[in-house]
């Protein structure tokens, strides 16, 4: 069923401006400040090991669960962004980090191969006790995460000997084999490691672990649910659970028969991306189609304009159809990170441009905006209005979103191609080199264009000699009137489920255009997102807008949008290091002629006043503010 | 400064349709069910010393407080609310039950007057440690109000006596002299028990506790914070406290100098009746401009359009201004309930319409909507928007809001009138007969009309021969075109602060009309408030009105009510008892025009559809359902 690979960040060179600015960000400012707040807070303490850890100063919550059980999954993340960042500049200093905390992982691991820092030194009679709660696995896997992109960006497989004697470790453990433990992840992850160690790697017992993972997820065909078994093997009732049942995890069922998105929004995206990972893997169809509904219940129902997730904070994951507050939006930083993982496999399994504009949508706006321009500040939840309470962090308690988002952008690359055997498929744009094997040979592809200000793109490919294969350019689903060309000759341009598929003897200097015109546009919501009715939000290309009161002369939530009010886009190229913005007239009611009364049988008089909106993934950038996405209109 | 004063419920008949209903209900259903649900729960068994109370079955919360501290209260407000209803038709049966609790009280009580079951049974070495957290004063403010109220009804003084015992004990504990400790409630509500134990008795000591705990509540002028004392006597940090600072009990400052209404809705709610009774009292400028202050802020920002307040259920009250979610509004019923105490208080201040609007606001809408039809079935948190999970409780673990409201309900006719030396004040209409004191005799007064479905209202006077005094009869600030008559002689209607005032020589058999139009209106919220921004909401009389499901073609969430639509109001006879409805042609939006997708660049296509609302204070009458209050214009 797999008909296309995607291409490893280290394969893509990023040269447009956009992502540019971007990486050198990642690079320069949010990997080594990130180093710092791992320090400060102690989390990178706790892999120097034997060294004691030191003392517990977050107290336990009442489930009996510190954050600190997740500390490695930061330590491999940040490997794994810093791998991903130093792809592009090699830097000598961060990779020294690298290996030092290698060394330090490395001295941790216990001759059988476990590897948790938290286990090892505090409590080492309780290893595998508790995989509802406390992260053990999901662990290893941001570990197994980080040594595959160390290996893929360095070439160096030290970390990656470390991580695979973990992973045997874990095989031993659990299975359906005699002695085993039937256990999987409370929080899945590993299974998106195994199978990215596997296609680094070739070894199939990476992708067997993976496939049993998956497998046993919820499954209570003649056994206990796992959870239930090792709570009562901790003297624990599992009724007792915080979370009342198993949906929280995802392991409310086996995961074929899951058809809704429930629970924790991170948990289920990761989940997903290693279902769709699996289902391309085995040819698996009930897989598929699981990944198929789970896909359509999310973004018909349950998505926010901005491509985020999990309006809820309780659970930090999924409420209610059509349940999609503004000024309360979860929409966690991970999760709208996770949809990219989880679309880029769609798109492996199915190539359909609804997955590639989620993908898009969600990494261009819910995931960006988790990064702040300079590169040090970030938002964990993602609101769509703020009356001017909301702001970046410094840092987070919880510190998973920090490097979710910069191991996004450091390998942004990754998610611009997937190739097949006599095709290439191109996903995103935005300035991009790359050597890809297709048709038996390589083609070099040079794309240049100043997305996403700009749909006028360009490739310029240069084959090893003439090959004949299908260049797959994506025509996005916001785009109407997209025109092309190859040498200069036109071009019919009819896609193919959001694909225009160029088949043709490709030589050296062939030259594709491609012009994706960029309408602001206006979007509505479904009528029953009741939070949304009689609102509107503005679109343009694949950003969705926002206005900030720092560009309005009137408070922004009592902005009206008239129905009629064209709406134009300026590129500002002084705001915000260049940005485009979108400008209308607009109305607002008028608070001081209203009077003091909190209500009245006259609706307030409306003046008319200037509408400035913004990107919203560059929200908050110029200190607290209120911000609206969705205007009366 | 004291001009007017209130009627006790028991001089009071009320005799007109709508409110005789209520009070059946609550005497016939409400009371004997409620004693079932005491008697299940433990609350009724817990003062039965000196049995063992059963164990504790609810588990202690992380602040280690249980919901048992305050199950006192419940007895004392359970006796109110039945000793007000019994004074409209008397029943031996609740009677004994009354009689055998105060058996019960009167055998708990301690030697010393203490009385606490719970502390007496269970940690007699901790009485008085937590005044913050363990609501001793708060139950005895319960019980002292349930007492007067058994000594209005019945003219019986023995649970008086108990309370009187109880009241000494407290005085001889706290206060400013040698030996006492200078603290006061963590919940307010022993100061409104005090003063009406005053105004019962007349018995100074009770007027000056009430006034010591007012002026010494946060208080830190030479002394440490009480609060804080207290939590460092327990070993205990005071920053660690669960609310952070004192707000959330409104000690964070002195009561003077406090003007944002901030914290517990109902503890605000409860002290500021108290500092407008001791304003009044003492002539108490600083009490009375601090009153004023208050009732500003939380009028003009902070109170929603049914008479709700509070929207968090965090901290059960107050956030920001102009902060009035709907779908999760908190508007806890014993906030409203509290809020008609307040309004009441301030009438009798300053005799201003403003108040009495109020009063008549949170009386006929979140506060009426606590109690079920059936009388047994109550709201606890009160939206303004539902998808159909919200639902009233038969019983609540905190069982507060279900006796606030019917001991409300049973003393109604208690808000009718104010009374001063030669002037009567008419706040409510509805057909109530009184025999009030006024210019050195008695005139019975008898009103009818058929209120709030009709503004028509007669007053017939029987004075006691010919006597001087003013008539001063309300003329709703929702009220446009009254017209009045003496013995069918027209008046000038030219309100002097919402009230009509006729002062003539007035003789037996003298009879005033006065004709108060109900027009059905729209209102609208000020331009801050987000949730409620395009919208609008309808009202009729004193009734604010909801969009119910079960009368609506279209998802009540998808109404539109068109900006020209007529709102036409219809006495349905046959529907819930006789209600009269609001009716309009509205549109709504066609959700299968619209397709699977979330987001579109149009708005789904609109249809005609009918629209019906009844009373807010009605709805969940006939099973859970969607309802909406503020709806799309």
């Not at 447009?16 to 600015?21: C, D, L, R, V």
């Not at 040594?147 to 360095?154: I, K, M, R």
């Not at 794309?447 to 793109?457: I, K, L, N, Q, R």
Request: charged content about 25%.
């Amino acid at each position: 069923m797999r008909t296309y690979a995607s291409v490893p960040f280290s394969d893509v060179t990023i040269t447009g401006p956009f992502w540019s600015e971007r990486l050198e960000t990642v690079l320069a400012r949010t990997i080594p400040s990130q180093l710092e707040k791992l320090e400060q807070s102690g989390i990178r303490g706790s892999i120097k090991l034997p060294k004691p850890l030191p003392p517990l100063t977050i107290p336990r919550q009442s489930n009996n669960f510190t954050v600190q059980y997740f500390w490695d999954s930061d330590i491999g993340k940040w490997i794994e962004a810093a791998a991903c960042a130093i792809s592009h500049r090699r830097d000598a200093a961060i990779e020294a980090e690298i290996e030092a905390m290698i060394d330090d992982l490395e001295a941790a691991q216990q001759p059988d191969g476990y590897l948790n820092c938290f286990y090892i030194e505090r409590e080492p009679e309780n290893r595998w006790t508790n995989l509802r709660d406390n992260h053990e696995l999901y662990n290893l896997g941001h570990l197994l995460e980080g040594a595959v992109a160390y290996y893929h960006a360095t070439g160096k497989d030290r970390f990656l000997s470390v991580m695979e004697r973990a992973m045997d470790h874990v095989a031993a453990t659990f299975g359906r084999g005699e002695g085993q433990k039937r256990g999987y992840p409370g929080h899945q992850e590993i299974e998106i490691a195994l199978v990215r160690a596997w296609h680094a790697t070739g070894k199939r017992k990476f992708l067997d672990l993976a496939t049993y993972f998956i497998d046993e997820r919820g499954n209570t065909d003649g056994v206990e649910h796992y959870f239930d078994i090792e709570a009562r093997a901790r003297g624990e009732d599992p009724k007792a659970y915080w979370f009342e049942n198993y949906e929280y995890g995802q392991a409310h069922l086996p995961v074929r028969e899951q058809t809704k998105v429930v629970g924790h929004a991170v948990r289920a995206m990761y989940m997903y991306t290693a279902m769709a990972d699996l289902a391309a893997e085995h040819g698996d169809d009930a897989l598929k189609a699981a990944c198929e509904a789970l896909w359509r219940d999310v973004t018909e129902k349950r998505m926010y304009v901005t491509g985020g997730f999990g309006p809820s904070e309780h659970n930090e994951g999924f409420t209610k159809d059509y349940d999609l507050p503004n000024d309360t939006a979860y929409a966690e930083t991970c999760a709208s990170v996770a949809m990219v993982f989880w679309a880029a496999r769609m798109l492996n399994l199915d190539l359909d441009g609804q997955y590639a504009d989620i993908l898009e949508l969600a990494l261009y706006n819910n995931a960006l905006a988790g990064l702040s321009r300079d590169g040090e500040h970030y938002f964990y939840d993602n609101k769509l209005e703020s009356d001017g309470s909301h702001h970046r962090w410094a840092w987070h308690e919880c510190p998973c979103c920090t490097m979710n988002v910069s191991r996004l952008v450091a390998s942004v690359a990754g998610y611009f191609y997937g190739v097949a055997e006599t095709e290439i498929a191109v996903h995103l744009y935005g300035g991009a080199t790359a050597t890809l094997p297709v048709a038996g040979g390589r083609v070099t592809l040079t794309e240049t264009s100043d997305y996403p200000w700009d749909g006028a793109v360009r490739i310029a490919l240069e084959p090893e000699g003439t090959r004949t294969f299908t260049l797959s350019l994506r025509v996005p689903g916001w785009c109407h009137g997209a025109t092309a060309s190859v040498n200069g000759e036109a071009l019919e341009v009819a896609p193919e489920r959001g694909y225009l598929k160029i088949t043709r003897d490709w030589a050296p200097g062939d030259v594709v255009e491609l012009n994706l015109p960029m309408q602001a546009e206006r979007l509505y919501a479904h009528p029953d997102v009741r939070q949304d009715a009689g609102r509107v939000a503005l679109r343009r290309g694949p950003l969705v807008y926002c206005c900030e009161q720092h560009d309005n002369p009137a408070p922004v939530n009592r902005l009206r949008l008239p129905s009629d009010a064209p709406v134009t886009a300026r590129h500002a190229s002084d705001l915000l290091g260049g940005i485009t913005v979108l400008e209308a007239r607009a109305e607002a009611e008028d608070a001081d002629a209203w009077g003091g009364n909190l209500y009245a049988t006259r609706r307030a008089p409306s003046s008319e006043t200037a509408l400035t909106a913004v990107p919203y993934y560059i929200w908050c950038n110029r200190g607290q503010t209120p911000m609206q996405v969705w205007l009366q209109e």
